[in-house]
């Protein structure tokens, strides 16, 4: 064992203010469809249920799209040249920014941005162990919001904004194409974008990926409320609700719910919320797309596919786009 190196990594913090929070999340209960923001999922005990997810082996998509970077990294590596900048919105735990960093020719920096701060940090530091001459520029931010790129001590050649594991699906085709247009021009004219895209397929697949037998994404779901309990001094009772995931085939998305088990009323600090019995707060979307169909979207963000990687199943896909 090699003894603890003694790192020095400076976080930018551009974390969202809790009054933000708490309005957001109040303004999402008083809708006629109650909804809570899925990006709040993610404090620290969230982060680490959404990485015990990705061991499910219901859950295809991490394990999937792995595969196909630890494939394909040259062939994207290549694709986006050498001295890049690579910007990674909503990084987590960078598990699959790996194999991009072990094929990159002389990246410039890498900027994990996240919303949960321990879990960057932990992150960040990691890689900067892992990859000594690399330049970890961590923000903590909502992705969501405006936030800024560092500069990095040694130029580069253009910015690639890295987004995978179908962070994407969470977003309605609208927003989805707003988003995507906001990292094109962060990114810049040379820029690109490469990105992990969850794709159609069965519906049992889709659904089981939502509800594992060890019941992980339940619980993923529930602490939601848990989170809003301690951060926001609420008191729902989680033995009061139950996790719902469906594939609403239509609309090409699983839907997950927490579904109320009977009529009771909630607070969230002074504020009252009431749910009747089977009422749905609606928690997540995770859009499933089409190849064709995700070329549209990105199109309409100025964006153009230059090059796609999948798996034998077609069950995921990596695409490389850039700005038309
Ligand atoms: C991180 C948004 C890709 O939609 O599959 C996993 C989150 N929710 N299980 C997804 C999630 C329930 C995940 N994303």
């Not at 469809?33 to 959404?50: A, E, H, I, V």
């Not at 330049?135 to 931010?141: G, I, K, S």
Request: glycine residues 6%; hydrophobic residues 40%.
């Amino acid at each position: 064992m090699q003894p603890a190196q003694i790192v020095s990594l400076t976080l930018r913090d551009q974390h969202p203010r809790a009054v933000d929070m708490r309005e957001e999340i109040l303004s999402g209960l008083r809708t006629a469809q109650k909804t809570l923001p899925c990006k709040y999922f993610y404090d620290t005990r969230g982060s680490k249920l959404f990485d015990a997810i990705c061991e499910l082996p219901e859950y295809y998509l991490t394990r999937t799209e792995l595969g196909i970077m630890e494939t394909h990294a040259a062939n994207m590596a290549a694709a986006l040249g050498a001295d890049v900048l690579l910007v990674e919105p909503g990084s987590g735990s960078s598990l699959k920014t790996r194999p991009l960093l072990d094929h990159l020719s002389r990246p410039v920096a890498y900027v994990p941005v996240d919303i949960s701060r321990a879990h960057l940090l932990d992150a960040a530091n990691r890689l900067n162990r892992l990859y000594p001459d690399l330049e970890v520029l961590p923000v903590c931010a909502d992705f969501n919001q405006s936030f800024e790129i560092p500069t990095p001590r040694r130029r580069a050649s253009r910015t690639i904004m890295y987004f995978p594991g179908s962070t994407i699906g969470n977003f309605e085709p609208k927003s989805a194409i707003q988003l995507l247009k906001r990292l094109r021009r962060l990114s810049g004219s040379e820029g690109g974008l490469l990105i992990g895209v969850d794709l159609r397929k069965d519906k049992t697949v889709l659904e089981n990926a939502y509800n594992d037998s060890e019941g992980v994404t339940a619980a993923f779901n529930l602490n939601l409320l848990q989170r809003i309990n301690r951060d926001l001094e609420g008191d729902f009772d989680l033995a009061r609700f139950r996790h719902h995931a469906s594939y609403n085939a239509d609309e090409g998305r699983i839907e997950m719910h927490l579904v109320s088990l009977d009529n009771q009323t909630m607070h969230i600090g002074e504020e009252c919320v009431r749910l009747r019995e089977n009422e749905h707060i609606l928690t997540e979307y995770s859009y499933k797309h089409t190849l064709t169909g995700f070329a549209v979207l990105a199109s309409k963000a100025g964006l153009a596919v230059q090059q796609v990687w999948s798996d034998d199943r077609r069950w995921f896909s990596v695409l490389y786009l850039s700005a038309v």
